[in-house]
């Protein structure tokens, strides 16, 4: 089983409706979690995290954290062609060393 | 306030030469992570480190690999002879001390060609 895992994609959705973005991730001991964007070509872009169980929202972005279920998410409302970018998700144990474990990333393409 | 900064952002070496990556960390960071990421795959995790120390190196290949952060200066990867297998864009990430599971900010990446 990957550490951490995503829904290669693609994922195409229109523009302005709502992209649902999922990761599960098999580290029970796993304790931050981030959403991060990349653009082709381009460095990774935190947009996200997330410590505690729930929901946070940050603009147009939600981030929703199950621990019971290991399973994180991320929703993009009102989706504009400017998001379409590679979603990657990552995780950090406690008491690691720091060191964030990624998924393989979510392609995502908005359509105008 | 700049943030990560890498160099060379773009690197050509023939196989069998040394490569040299410097990660300069956001100002006020003293933990520098340094992930690698093959073409359609996702970041690895390579080193850890803060100054003069490193902290983690699980995801270090055993040999050709290494990477230093001094007391002054950047932080340095260092491949030597170099196989096309290392081509890939390696990316360096920091954060600030005393954020224990805290968000990671990346650099630009040094994008390495082996020919």
């Known amino acids: 089983q990957k550490e951490v895992e995503q829904n290669s994609g693609p994922l195409s959705v229109p523009e302005g409706a709502i992209a649902s973005l999922n990761c599960t991730y098999s580290d029970r001991g796993s304790q931050s979690f981030f959403w991060y964007r990349q653009y082709s070509g381009k460095s990774p872009e935190l947009i996200m995290f997330?410590?505690?169980?729930g929901d946070k929202e940050d603009g147009r972005f939600t981030a929703q954290l199950n621990k019971a279920s290991q399973y994180v998410s991320l929703l993009i409302r009102d989706s504009q062609p400017s998001d379409s970018a590679t979603y990657l998700c990552?995780?950090?144990?406690?008491?690691?060393?720091?060191?964030?474990?990624f998924g393989k990333g979510t392609k995502l393409t908005v359509n105008p | 306030n700049a943030g990560v900064m890498q160099n060379p952002r773009h690197l050509v070496r023939r196989r069998g030469q040394e490569a040299r990556l410097r990660c300069s960390p956001m100002k006020g960071h003293s933990h520098v992570y340094w992930y690698r990421q093959l073409p359609e795959e996702g970041l690895k995790f390579m080193v850890y480190?803060?100054?003069?120390?490193?902290?983690?190196e699980s995801g270090m290949p055993k040999e050709r690999f290494s990477a230093e952060f001094p007391k002054e200066g950047p932080s340095i990867l260092r491949i030597q002879q170099v196989v096309r297998g290392d081509s890939a864009a390696y990316f360096c990430?920091?954060?600030?001390?005393?954020?224990?599971?805290?968000?990671?900010?990346f650099g630009p990446g040094t994008r390495l060609t082996v020919t």
């Open positions: 997330i410590y505690s169980n």
């Open positions: 990430a920091s954060s600030p001390p005393g954020t224990s599971g805290g968000s990671k900010y």
């Open positions: 480190l803060q100054k003069e120390n490193i902290i983690d």
């Open positions: 990552a995780v950090n144990r406690k008491g690691g060393s720091e060191k964030l474990v």
